[in-house]
């Protein structure tokens, strides 16, 4: 079957930096997105990931490893605003989105 | 920016009803989808859409059915309400039809919570 993994919550505190990990096991693999979610909110697209390596925007970077079947999100200087939580999604051989369930981030002053 | 509009915030019904729940999109999207999220499951397709009239089952299409009569609207109905079927619901859109458009980023709105009694 397809899946991905998540941590399911992370604690960080404000100004510091946060990793996010995404793993994976899909049939085939057409690209890797990052959405972010604010509780009671729309999800909203952070990135797209289809070759190998950190894309760095703002604050936000995110990296991949498909020989690893692995991503992760970095969070640089934690603001309170980004407390919320965080979806992978991959797109499989039949391009198909698979999402993950998503890790809660709870941001500490 | 997109726009992608649910006809409604929150929805109480009761078992047994039909249930319409109304997406609309602004920027002329070719897809649209139906997603329900509940807790700890992440987000699961019900149906999706590439193109006017045509509709594709996704992972739980059943108890479910959908309506694409215009490009921009994208509706989905509980043909016969149940309390399984109590969740938060979410429309979504994006460029392109199948395939290769499929890493285009997909816009959501704000979704419906709705309570099944």
């Known amino acids: 079957g397809q899946n991905i993994d998540q941590p399911t919550e992370m604690t960080a505190t404000e100004g510091a930096i946060v990793q996010i990990n995404c793993t994976y096991q899909?049939?085939?693999?057409?690209?890797l997105f990052w959405y972010q979610q604010h509780a009671g909110e729309a999800p909203t697209f952070l990135s797209y990931?289809?070759l190998d390596g950190l894309e760095e925007k703002g604050r936000f970077s995110s990296f991949l490893s498909r020989s690893k079947g692995y991503s992760y999100l970095l969070l640089k200087e934690l603001q309170m605003k980004d407390s919320a939580s965080y979806l992978c999604?991959?797109?499989?051989?039949?391009?198909?989105?698979?999402w993950g369930a998503g890790t809660k981030l709870i941001i500490k002053p | 920016d997109v726009k992608v509009t649910q006809s409604s915030r929150y929805l109480v019904k009761r078992t047994g009803e039909k249930v319409f729940l109304e997406c609309v999109q602004d920027m002329d999207h070719e897809n649209m989808f139906w997603y329900r999220q509940d807790p700890g499951l992440g987000l699961r397709l019900i149906y999706f859409s590439y193109d006017v009239k045509m509709k594709e089952k996704g992972d739980i299409p059943e108890g479910y059915s959908v309506s694409r009569e215009k490009k921009e609207r994208f509706s989905l109905i509980l043909e016969s309400a149940s309390t399984n079927q109590t969740s938060m619901y979410l429309c979504?859109?994006?460029?392109?039809?199948?395939?290769?458009?499929?890493?285009?980023?997909?816009?959501f709105g704000d979704g419906t919570r709705l309570s099944i009694l």
């Open positions: 999604a991959v797109i499989d051989s039949n391009y198909q989105l698979i």
């Open positions: 899909t049939s085939g693999f057409n690209g």
């Open positions: 990931n289809v």
């Open positions: 979504a859109s994006s460029l392109g039809g199948q395939g290769e458009y499929s890493n285009q980023p997909q816009h």
